[in-house]
């Protein structure tokens, strides 16, 4: 599959400190690739660089098969961006803001503005100021302003901040349809794992301006181990009981107070009968399979994988 994005050794360092160290990024066309990583991880300013807002200290950014550098406008055209918060003309409309960016875009298609407004739910505001508008109706004019000229490479920094659970099911069925129809690669960062888990191909880890893994979900998926949760009040006895009872090594106690058992050996119902002999009262007891949370926390964590 052809590369529509590269960064090799990508590095950006401010005051002799780098925020963004030798990162490789390989973004494939027509995929969506997920940007992880705690505040501060380097994700935006990575974004920066490939949107050339941000000169890189060191490395190369390759755009479409072209080296990107001060004069790469041609390719820059080709692309759609929400870097941070979206800034607009408060005083004017909706209309009249996506009006000027095509006008400074060298695109003239007046229809594509309505189809915009129209994709993220945007209609019947024709006369109201920006200045009026939401937090989730200005990100949702982001989205609209970065996908009206119908671009190759979307680049969306945190693109549904200010959202409520149903506009973030609108957006994340948008993002679906731009890749799957319009043939649109999207490169997302979030703090919001689940929603990256359900629509990302690849997903790239960061941590401290380093890049600790790039990694398609399927493998991600093989790599997730599933296992036992128990819920109970007594965690810490429970754990107790399953390492010296059932010589079970592998159990980990939650934040929240769950048992969590990875030795898929033993039955379930071994488990249990084992505690209840033991009077440790359950709760409640399923089976489940990790998550991207839990992949994420495990590379931060050590740069391991549970398996």
């Given at each position: 599959m052809t590369h529509i994005a590269r960064t090799k050794q990508l590095t950006r360092a401010?005051?002799?400190?780098?925020?963004?160290?030798?990162?490789?990024?390989?973004?494939?066309?027509?995929?969506?690739?997920?940007?992880?990583?705690?505040?501060?991880?380097?994700?935006?300013?990575?974004?920066?660089?490939?949107?050339?807002?941000v000169k890189p200290s060191a490395g190369e950014i390759e755009l479409f098969g072209e080296r990107l550098t001060d004069h790469s406008y041609h390719l820059l055209g080709r692309m759609g961006t929400i870097i941070e918060n979206p800034i607009f003309y408060e005083k004017l409309t909706a209309h009249e803001n996506l009006e000027l960016h095509g006008e400074y875009m060298g695109y003239h298609n007046k229809k594509s503005i309505d189809e915009a407004l129209d994709l993220v739910n945007l209609n019947g505001i024709d006369k109201k100021a920006v200045k009026e508008f939401s937090l989730g109706m200005k990100q949702r004019l982001g989205i609209a302003r970065a996908i009206m000229t119908k671009p190759e490479l979307l680049i969306l920094d945190e693109p549904i901040n200010g959202l409520d659970p149903l506009g973030i099911k609108e957006i994340?069925?948008?993002?679906?349809?731009?890749?799957?129809?319009?043939?649109?690669?999207?490169?997302?960062?979030?703090?919001?794992?689940?929603?990256?888990?359900?629509?990302?191909?690849?997903?790239?880890?960061?941590n401290e301006g380093k890049l600790l893994q790039e990694v398609s979900m399927e493998q991600v998926a093989r790599q997730t181990a599933e296992y036992v949760e128990i819920t109970t009040n007594e965690s810490s006895k429970a754990a107790y009981i399953l390492e010296n009872h059932l010589h079970i090594s592998n159990v980990r106690i939650t934040d929240e107070g769950q048992v969590r058992i990875y030795d898929s050996r033993i039955p379930q119902s071994e488990l249990m009968k084992v505690l209840v002999l033991h009077d440790v009262a359950i709760e409640a007891v399923h089976k489940k399979k990790g998550s991207l949370e839990d992949y994420f926390l495990s590379i931060l964590g050590g740069g391991g994988v549970v398996a």
């Open positions: 401010y005051k002799g400190k780098e925020v963004v160290s030798n990162v490789n990024l390989n973004i494939k066309q027509g995929e969506i690739y997920g940007m992880l990583g705690p505040n501060g991880a380097g994700k935006t300013t990575v974004m920066k660089m490939i949107t050339n807002l994340r069925d948008l993002f679906k349809m731009l890749c799957k129809q319009y043939g649109m690669t999207l490169v997302i960062s979030s703090h919001i794992l689940g929603e990256i888990e359900l629509i990302a191909d690849t997903i790239a880890v960061m």
